[in-house]
């Protein structure tokens, strides 16, 4: 199972890119950067800058954007940024892509992103993404590019938890990313993604499963996130419960079994709460047991 987390932030929120090394020394698969700019004052690092960054500081680890909203940039935009960071860090970048979850937010007006239609913006842009990193021509708007130096194409994962979402997985991708689901919700999901790549003549894309880990007992981090579940995306509280992932590496190693069992190839989970370094460590000796296990 692939294993990916983010990186931990001072209190500005500024994300420390020097503790990539220490994922890549305890054998993260990949270093993760949500996009989460809403430009009200809440801490929201461009996640290009921030892989960039960390590409810099290690040598093997994986890029991962976890996910990044295309509709807030034009496609071309990205395919550079992304042709660069391929280059730059020797080809280790995973490419999470999404239609975006704060159309209203100021920033999205600010960069006049679409607040409707991103799932169409999302489809088009995904149909010539591939040959504008790969550096073949492709008809953008009224114009056809052609970007170079041409890098390798990364895997294309494809974030959402909806049946369009996973649509679009099969179609333009190389995985679904689905976030914020339990290994029974996983594996509920998993029947219908298998009939949708039947329907569509596909092949069953892999599985990267988004979360939130609070591992060092910081109660008050487990409440809060709880409670943002609850209040802001409106989630009955027993089923926000069920969410994240907490205990000991014993614990934490039965919840990664789960999810692979239920289909999953990989799990990002954000580390939450205080002491960083050692939540990393737990998650990572938490994948060794599994792995051990021959589970």
């Known amino acids: 199972m692939l294993l990916s987390t983010g990186l931990p932030t001072?209190?500005?929120?500024?994300?420390?890119?020097?503790?990539?090394?220490?994922?890549?020394?305890?054998?993260?698969?990949?270093?993760?950067?949500?996009?989460?700019?809403?430009?009200?004052?809440?801490?929201g690092p461009d996640p290009a800058l921030v892989l960039a960054a960390a590409a810099t500081a290690t040598e093997r680890i994986g890029l991962e954007f976890g996910v990044l909203s295309l509709p807030l940039r034009p496609v071309a935009w990205v395919a550079a940024q992304v042709q660069t960071l391929q280059h730059l860090s020797g080809g280790r970048v995973r490419l999470g892509v999404g239609i975006g979850g704060f159309p209203?937010?100021?920033?999205?007006?600010?960069?006049g992103a679409p607040t409707v239609g991103?799932?169409?913006?999302?489809?088009?842009a995904l149909r010539v993404l591939p040959d504008l990193i790969g550096g073949q021509p492709a008809r953008v708007g009224e114009d056809?590019?052609?970007?170079?130096?041409?890098?390798?194409?990364?895997?294309?994962?494809?974030?959402?938890?909806?049946?369009?979402?996973?649509?679009?997985?099969?179609?333009?991708?190389n995985g679904w990313a689905p976030s914020l689901i339990t290994p029974a919700g996983l594996a509920a999901k998993m029947t219908r993604l298998r009939e949708l790549a039947d329907?569509?003549?596909?092949?069953?894309?892999?599985?990267?499963?988004?979360?939130?880990?609070?591992?060092?007992g910081d109660r008050a981090a487990l409440d809060s996130f709880i409670g943002s579940l609850t209040g802001v995306h409106g989630m009955p509280e027993e089923e926000?419960?069920?969410?994240?992932?907490?205990?000991g590496v014993a614990e934490v190693a039965e919840r990664?079994?789960?999810?692979?069992?239920?289909?999953?190839?990989?799990?990002?989970?954000?580390?939450?709460?205080?002491?960083?370094?050692?939540?990393?460590?737990?998650?990572?000796?938490?994948?060794?047991?599994?792995?051990?296990?021959?589970?």
Do not use: C, K
């Open 10 to 43: 001072d209190d500005r929120g500024v994300p420390d890119v020097t503790r990539a090394r220490h994922l890549e020394q305890l054998g993260y698969d990949a270093v993760g950067m949500a996009d989460v700019i809403i430009g009200d004052g809440s801490p």
């Open 104 to 111: 209203g937010s100021p920033f999205w007006r600010a960069v």
């Open 118 to 124: 991103r799932g169409a913006w999302t489809d088009a």
């Open 144 to 173: 056809e590019l052609t970007l170079g130096p041409a890098a390798a194409v990364p895997p294309i994962l494809v974030g959402g938890n909806s049946e369009a979402a996973m649509r679009r997985a099969i179609r333009y991708g």
């Open 199 to 216: 329907e569509l003549g596909r092949p069953v894309p892999s599985v990267s499963v988004g979360g939130h880990a609070m591992l060092s």
């Open 240 to 247: 926000a419960r069920q969410l994240p992932v907490t205990g």
């Open 256 to 295: 990664l079994a789960a999810y692979a069992e239920a289909g999953a190839d990989g799990v990002g989970l954000g580390l939450d709460g205080g002491d960083w370094m050692r939540q990393a460590e737990t998650l990572a000796q938490a994948r060794e047991l599994v792995a051990g296990q021959g589970r």
